[in-house]
């Protein structure tokens, strides 16, 4: 098992950068794969960001958004810079071994533990 919880939300202008936190327990977390995602009002949940043989990142955060993982402090962190208010949404931390292919990545499906969440508010 795998316990996750995020941190680092919040609300910030347009342009602005925040640093979200996913701090994991239960199990060594340097065996899973690390993934980002968000979830808007009304709309379903989309892939952000993932760490795991390598790190990869949806088209719309690219150059903007960057995944990171200090593995002494089981600790996955997304630092995302130049905010827009599209940004705005739910960011959900998520965490699977095993998941084999990299396409599996961008699946949340495919994803076994989740956090609680963290909102960001990007204001215009």
């Known amino acids: 098992q795998v316990q996750l919880v995020e941190s680092g939300g919040g609300l910030v202008q347009a342009g602005g950068s925040l640093r979200l936190s996913c701090a994991a327990s239960?199990?060594?977390?340097?065996?899973?794969?690390a993934g980002w995602f968000r979830q808007a009002p009304g709309k379903e949940r989309e892939f952000v960001a993932a760490s795991g043989r390598s790190t990869y990142y949806t088209d719309s955060v690219k150059g903007r958004f960057t995944i990171s993982r200090d593995n002494a402090k089981n600790t996955a962190y997304l630092q995302m810079n130049n905010l827009t208010p599209e940004d705005t949404a739910v960011y959900y931390c998520a965490a699977q071994s095993l998941l084999g292919s990299a396409f599996y990545y961008q699946l949340p499906q495919k994803y076994g533990y989740w956090g609680q969440g963290t909102q960001v508010t990007v204001s215009s």
């Open positions: 239960g199990r060594t977390f340097s065996s899973y794969v």
